[in-house]
């Protein structure tokens, strides 16, 4: 009996030590969020249809995942047979060759994949991996909270808006925050979404010359507003906040107002894990200057690495998790409102999913909106919305995000967090020959 098995914590580290993934053992790295877990527990139906291939689930933390997986495919460790990537690394990984390219049969209906996702994980019209679930970003309130404070929440409020409802819905001493937002570091954690702030403020990473922009007055002004913000109104220990940890205050009823993914919103309006479902509205998101960028686009995918030695069984698990009857059967076991969202438009076109989804709209608005190739007031050499996509962004990302970090937490002022990480961009664009 073949196995495949998942990746975590000490697995991880007896897995590293063994090295290459023993043969007839696919392993799944993946990333612990909502979705990804409802998939572990609906695995018995893929073992079902394929009773020599067993499967075994866990999971690890997005900033983890991201390493681990990285380090991988660039080492050719051969540790991963499926990998959870994304919009960054599908196109740039799958020009390099380290992916396998995906044709699925009639069946599993390729076009009905959103194009925006489809393009985000294609690379000279190939695709190199299948989207799970997909996302932009947007405002998710507590309406409850201004009606009584007498506020509205437009679409595409201004951010000086949202810093006034902010204070008037922030009521700690009976713990609740006027705003929830990232402030754990990552390229993919709070510098993705002060990314797209300040794209709305009309910054941008580089110039056309590929020379970083970090000490601008647009990068000060957004990063300012953002330290500022989080300070006055955010809950405490905001510096350790990602994803999940926010999801659990919002859901607690501790957050009056969350902008983040959108794929947010199927658990935010589920009763069954939300003490404030019935109270959430949505908002297209926040702008200052320009409304370009001012929303990410992002999907979770799987993809089967070239190092693997059993594609054939890879495969056919990435095309039964990314299928159209893999949503049926999350429809039919959990309720429509809980399928995974943001990847194909016959989700959206299901009357009991538009029944069931009250923030179906709100998020499609969202994806449709967002243009990784037009995402900054200036222009710029690089495509993406709340990253750049290039090899080096990883590394100058994760910089950046522990410097906006140290600016939240008081360590340093936030011109000398923007110094810092304008240096560290700039040693390696230079190491990079970007100039």
Known sequence: MKKITGLIGASAIALSVAGVANAGELTIATVNNGHMIEMQKLTGHFEKANPDIKVKWVTLEEGTLRQRVTTDIATKGGQFDVMTIGM????????????????????????????????GLSADGKLYAAPFYGESSMIMYRKDLTDKAGMSMPDNPTWGHVADVAKAIHNPDNGVYGICLRGKPGWGDNAAFITT???????????????????????????????????????????????????????EGKCGMWIDATIAASFVSDPKQSKVANDVAYAQAPVAVTKRGANWLWAWALAVPQGTKQSEDALKFVEWATSKEYIELVGKTNGWGSVPTGTRASTYANPKFQAAANFADAEMKAIESADPSNSTQEPTPYTGVQFAAIPEFQAIGIAAGQQ???????????????????????REMRKAGYY
């Open 88 to 119: 960054y690394e599908a196109p740039i990984w799958g020009k390099k060759g380290w992916l396998h390219e995906l044709n699925f049969g009639n069946d599993y209906d390729v076009n009905d994949i959103l194009p925006a996702m489809r393009g």
């Open 404 to 426: 906006f970090t140290a600016a939240l937490a008081g360590d340093k002022s936030v011109t000398k967090a923007l110094y810092d990480a304008q240096v560290a961009a700039d």
């Open 197 to 251: 702030m300040a794209n709305s403020f009309g910054a941008r990473w580089f110039d056309e010359n590929w020379k970083p922009q970090l000490t601008s007055p647009e990068w000060n002004h957004a990063v300012s507003f953002y330290v500022d913000l989080l300070t006055k109104y955010g809950p405490p220990g905001s510096t350790g906040n990602s994803f999940n940890e926010i999801l659990a205050l919002f859901n």
